[in-house]
């Protein structure tokens, strides 16, 4: 019987592809540590902090893409946008309002 579980596991290989509607990562006690899935755009990534709140945001938007940085409360403090006439930088303050943008 031994002999057949090692010949099964040098067996196996790494696939080329892997399809699935979603995917998420958790730690070992069941925490999400990265999301990959869709959003209304198209495409999503999240990244969550150790107490699982999500914190790095990167994904299609309307207009090609986006990115978000939220601080630990999950309050969005960077977002980096872009739009018909190009793109935007704005920095918010942790009650959501801006303080800084470009152009």
């Known amino acids: ?9 040098s067996l196996q290989t790494v696939p080329d592809v892997i399809t ?4 998420l990562v958790v730690d070992g006690d069941g925490k999400p540590i990265a999301a990959l899935g869709k959003n209304p755009s198209g495409g999503g990534l ?3 902090n ?5 914190v790095v945001s990167l994904g299609a938007s309307v207009y090609g ?3 978000g940085i939220s601080d ?4 969005p403090v960077v977002v980096l946008l872009t739009g018909k006439d190009g793109g935007a930088l704005m920095i918010l ?3 959501g309002e801006v303080t800084s943008t470009l152009p």
């Not at 699935?20 to 995917?23: C, I, L, Y």
């Not at 150790?50 to 999500?54: A, I, L, N, Q, R």
Request: charged share 25%.
């Open 65 to 67: 893409g986006a990115f």
């Open 50 to 54: 150790k107490e699982g709140k999500p």
């Open 72 to 75: 630990n409360d999950e309050n």
């Open 93 to 95: 303050d942790n009650k």
């Open 46 to 48: 999240i990244i969550y």
């Open 20 to 23: 699935a509607k979603n995917f």
């Open 1 to 9: 019987v031994a002999g057949i579980v090692v010949g099964a596991t």
